[in-house]
């Protein structure tokens, strides 16, 4: 099993920075990729950013390329997600995901470990 707990979601203005961290147990953190999702009020829950085991590889969806950053520490067993210039459209409950393999995925249904959430609102 593995425990993941996020953190440092609040209410900030459009174009803030954001800075989310995720705390892993219960299993060899380098041993995991890890993934960033969120969930908006009313919609689905959408792919946000993934990183592989050794932090060599990362991935984002279109719309956080270039402002989200995922990175990851293997001794403090910790992912983060550096969130610049946000959006109102960012709005939502961001969750920390975790999967033993190798490969990284943007597909939530490769997960089997998630966090509760965090919320993240940004006022325009």
């Known amino acids: 099993q593995v425990q993941l707990v996020e953190s440092g979601g609040e209410l900030v203005r459009a174009g803030d920075s954001l800075r989310l961290s995720c705390a892993a147990s219960?299993?060899?953190?380098?041993?995991?990729?890890m993934g960033w999702f969120r969930q908006a009020q009313g919609k689905e829950r959408e792919f946000v950013a993934t990183?592989?085991?050794?932090?060599?590889?990362?991935n984002y969806a279109d719309s956080v390329k270039g402002r989200f950053t995922i990175s990851r520490d293997n001794v403090k067993e910790t992912v983060t997600l550096q969130m610049n210039n946000l959006m109102s459209e960012d709005t939502a409950v961001y969750y920390c995901?975790?999967?033993?393999?190798?490969?990284?995925?943007?597909?939530?249904?490769?997960?089997?470990?998630w966090g509760q959430g965090t919320q993240v609102t940004v006022s325009s």
């Open positions: 219960g299993r060899t953190f380098s041993m995991l990729a």
């Open positions: 990183i592989s085991r050794n932090g060599a590889f990362t």
């Open positions: 995901a975790a999967r033993s393999s190798i490969l990284t995925s943007n597909a939530e249904r490769e997960y089997p470990y």
